[in-house]
């Protein structure tokens, strides 16, 4: 996975935790119905740092879908990649660069694990 978390770092936030979850840096993970993207590879109840808001950049991308500028974002855990497909998906962004249903690598996201309140 390629994502980047793009934000200056003082605008990255971020909360430390131990999942009882194994996590993979940069790759998003699912914790209590929130998104978030875990900055280091950890194993089960190790703490890492996970960022619940920040400015994305290369995220993988659902194929066959075109996105349009401010279109509503949804993590796919399943599939793991972005998505515009709400059913059986968690709400975490929105898309600030339109893409082709051909790019399998997301634009700009302002992603926000708190985006549904």
């Not at 793009?6 to 998003?28: C, I, M, N, Q, R």
């Not at 991308?61 to 059913?87: E, H, I, P, R, V």
Request: hydrophobic fraction near 50%; glycine fraction near 6%; charged fraction near 15%.
């Amino acid at each position: 996975m390629f994502l980047q978390v793009v934000s200056p770092s003082e605008l990255v936030k971020s909360v430390g935790l131990a999942h009882t979850a194994a996590a993979t840096s940069k790759e998003p993970i699912v914790i209590n119905a929130r998104v978030t993207i875990p900055l280091n590879t950890t194993a089960i109840g190790e703490r890492n740092a996970y960022v619940y808001e920040s400015m994305i950049l290369e995220a993988p991308k659902a194929a066959a879908q075109a996105w349009a500028w401010g279109a509503a974002l949804y993590w796919d855990a399943a599939a793991k990649n972005f998505t515009t497909t709400a059913s059986g998906n968690t709400l975490c962004g929105f898309a600030l660069e339109p893409k082709l249903a051909a790019d399998t690598v997301s634009g700009l996201i302002a992603f926000d694990s708190f985006a549904a309140l």
